[in-house]
Each structure stands twice: as structure tokens, then as C-alpha cells.
């Protein structure tokens, strides 16, 4: 303990304040996120912590939303995003924030090449939750977009930051990025059906009625995740080495809530919210370690089995 107390007392103020913003952001994720935060446990100790950054942000702007404190009405959750999004792109600008998480999440930005082309669309997502309740495909094609596609482009320039081409990196992998923000934001709207349509009063699954829960339709929606989780195991493999693991977990951890989700009616599904058990998350991450060097990181014939 001297020991460190003297390692920070000898930092310069500033690294000592974004040591803080830093421990912030991984506090946030280790309260909020157990899938998430093992997968993150699995990648290379900068490109962590910036996906931890990165979360923060996104979970904070979350609970402005969906998580009002007593007596806030919609309005007052409108102003305090906005807020929030001005806050971060100022630090985007000047690599400093008051708030320790902007702060966290805006040296990322700069670190890596995050820019308001994908921190726009994410707010606006945001802010839509607190305008619309019902989603025809188009609205709900933009708020997927937003809300999780730009969130896998942002983890992705984490991911080819240090690589020697990270633009062209970038721009190979990026349909695949998509496609799991994609496959991630269903298989929530899937397990939160019952929250969002009662708790919150908001439907996104397009033709899947609270009081008309037909099976089919259901079922549609798992045949096109399973879609865009196969898409996604194809460039998996072609990650940056150091990452490649651990979008594996988190890929294969959601492809077993898909394999859950599809032996669960939409009734039930209203009703629980499904989950996969600690023993198997952690079977999950130790296959995918095992994999760690092989040619191919996800069998995409097994990964829905």
C-alpha cells in the first residue's frame, strides 16, 4: 500500500485524475454488465480499458433514459441527455471532461478515432426512446443503428488502433461489427420483451403485438438474429489477435441466449427474463480461450446448437 500511495503520489495531477476517470468506467461495467464485462476481461490491457470506456458512456446515457430519478418527467430526461451529448463532444474536442466518465470515454475517442459521425446516431437513438413507444422497420432499422451498430464500430477502432493499417482494418471488418451490435440489441429487445412493453410501454418488435403474441413472428425474429450472428462469426477470425477472443466469448455468450430464447414461447418470454447461468458463461469463455490460435475462432456450424 506505501507503495502505491507513493507510485501516485509522484504522477502529475492530470494522470492522476485519469487513472480516476478509468477506474470509473470499469466500476460501471462491473456493476451493470456480467456478460459484457467477462467478455472484456478477455482482451489486451489498453483495448480493455477502452472498451470499458466505451461501455461506461453508453450505460450512463442508458440509465438517463431508462432510469429516472423520482420526479424527473420525460423533459427533464431530454435535457439532462442532451446535456450529456454536448458534454462529450466538448471533450472529444479538448480531451478533458468534469464528468469522469466523458472524460474516461472521450480519451478513447481521441485515443482511437471515435468521432460524432458514431456518437451522433448513438444520442439520437437515446433520445427517441424517451419520443417514440412503437417501431415500424424503418424507425427501428435507424434506432438499432444508433443504438448497438455504432457501438461495435466504436469497440472495433479500439480493436485496430494499434494495427498498421487501422483505416482499412477498419473498413474490412466493419460489416461484420454491425452485424453483431445488431445481433446483440434483438436478442435484448427478445429478453426484455416484458419490461419494454409493460414496464416501459415500448414496442421495437415489429409485428410481435404485447396482446397478440404470435409464435411466428417470434420465431422470425430468432431466424434473423441467427443471421446476423453468422454473419458475424465469419470476420470474427479475421480480428486483430488480441481481440479475437474475446468477441468470441461475447458472440458465443449471446448465441447461447439465442439457442435459450428459441426453446422459450414469446408468453413466457414476457413474463421471464431469460439468462445463461454463471457455470455456463464460464464454460463458454474457456472454450473460446481453447480456440485462442486456431484457424477458425467460432465454429458457425455448432454455434446455434
Known amino acids: 500500500m506505501v507503495q502505491t500511495r507513493g507510485r501516485m503520489d509522484a504522477m502529475a495531477p492530470y494522470l492522476r485524475y485519469d487513472a480516476a476517470a478509468d477506474a470509473s468506467a470499469a466500476l460501471v461495467i462491473r456493476c451493470y454488465s456480467s456478460s459484457f ?6 482482451l489486451g490491457g489498453q483495448v480493455r480499458q477502452d472498451v470499458r470506456n466505451i461501455y461506461a458512456l453508453v450505460r450512463i446515457a442508458d440509465e438517463v433514459v431508462d432510469a429516472p430519478r423520482p420526479g424527473q418527467d420525460g423533459v427533464d430526461r431530454l435535457v439532462e441527455l442532451d446535456k450529456l451529448e454536448q458534454d462529450t463532444f466538448a471533450a472529444i474536442e479538448t480531451g478533458s471532461s468534469a464528468n469522469l466518465v466523458v472524460h474516461a470515454f472521450a480519451r478513447t475517442a481521441r485515443r482511437v478515432g471515435i468521432d460524432k459521425e458514431l456518437v451522433a446516431p448513438f444520442f439520437h437513438s437515446m433520445r427517441t426512446d424517451l419520443q417514440r413507444t412503437k417501431h415500424d422497420f424503418a424507425s427501428l432499422g435507424s434506432y438499432i443503428y444508433g443504438s448497438a451498430e455504432v457501438i461495435g464500430l466504436m469497440c472495433l477502432c479500439a480493436f485496430v488502433a494499434g494495427e498498421p493499417n487501422p483505416s482499412g482494418r477498419y473498413a474490412e471488418l466493419a460489416p461484420g461489427a454491425q452485424r453483431l451490435g445488431a445481433a446483440f440489441q434483438k436478442i435484448n429487445f427478445l429478453r426484455d420483451f416484458g419490461d419494454d412493453s409493460d414496464g416501459l410501454g415500448r414496442q421495437y418488435l415489429v409485428g410481435l403485438q404485447p396482446d397478440d403474441l404470435d409464435e411466428e413472428i417470434w420465431s422470425s425474429w430468432l431466424d434473423d438474429i441467427e443471421m446476423d450472428l453468422a454473419a458475424a462469426a465469419e470476420v470474427i477470425p479475421r480480428l486483430p489477435r ?5 468477441v468470441c466469448t461475447a458472440h458465443d ?15 413466457q418470454a414476457r413474463l421471464t427474463r431469460v439468462r445463461v447461468p454463471t457455470p455456463e458463461k464460464a464454460r463458454i469463455a474457456a472454450r473460446a480461450a481453447l480456440r485462442r490460435g486456431r484457424p477458425h475462432d467460432i465454429d458457425t456450424e455448432n454455434s446455434f446448437k
Not at 253 to 267: D, I, V, Y
Request: charged share 25%.
Open 37 to 42: 464485462g467477462l467478455a472484456t476481461r478477455m
Open 253 to 267: 455468450l449471446f448465441a447461447e441466449l439465442t439457442r435459450r430464447l428459441r426453446a422459450t414461447t414469446a408468453a
Open 242 to 246: 488480441g481481440s479475437r477472443v474475446a
